[in-house]
């Protein structure tokens, strides 16, 4: 059940997100982020890890991010949208979710955004290695037009290199810096909320959706996320 709403999201959160338009969007796993990152070597007190995130008091979400490039301008614009994910009979976890995605929202703002220095590209170029592997298994699998491909590989080696701007927030502000989507009983909506000072987008989809949603069969789910 967990894999598939895991799925479902990703499918839901892309057409969502394509109303932003000119950004090429890769999910990346965030459990694997903050896994790996821990193991990057920079000192103990800046570690990006679950373990020492939770030992300061702060549940985070390790679901999914969907990173975003624009490359309409010389110099690229990279998007973090990080999601959680909650699956279950009613809303009782909506609660809980939107306060992991808000802590997660923050500690990205507090560790990648700003002016440069030395920790946080290697965190941007880290990033960058994730969205360029993420791409490349999706265009082995077919799951990626070569004309975006292409894109990106003209400028992968600016990606590489942290040559690009970091954006705060996406075009579309009412979208939020990241999303709850939950999985339950209730009807399907799209509402912005404000959760620990961050504007959280809750996507709730009836777990009726959840499977017609990889059948390519929820229209009228698709014509609201779209």
Known sequence: REKISIVASVLAVNKFLNRNE?????????DEILRVTGAIGLPKDYLFTKDA?????KPISDDLLMMGVD??????????YPIEIKYSQDNIHAGKGGVQVANTYKLFAERLYGDENF??????????SQFLT????????NMVEDVLFKKIENIR??????????EIGLPI???????????NSDSDTIETEIVENVPICHININTSNCIKLLEGKADNLNDLLM
């Open 134 to 141: 993420n791409l490349d298994k999706m265009k082995a699998n």
């Open 53 to 57: 995130l939770k030992a300061n008091g």
């Open 157 to 166: 080696t600016q990606l590489l290199d942290a040559e690009f701007d970091l």
């Open 71 to 80: 490359v309409s301008e010389t110099k690229p614009k990279v998007y973090l």
């Open 22 to 30: 000119g950004i090429i969007w890769v999910p990346i796993s965030l």
């Open 119 to 128: 920790v946080r590209n290697v965190y941007r170029i880290f990033f960058a």
């Open 173 to 183: 502000k009412q979208m939020g810096g990241a999303s709850l989507i939950t999985f």
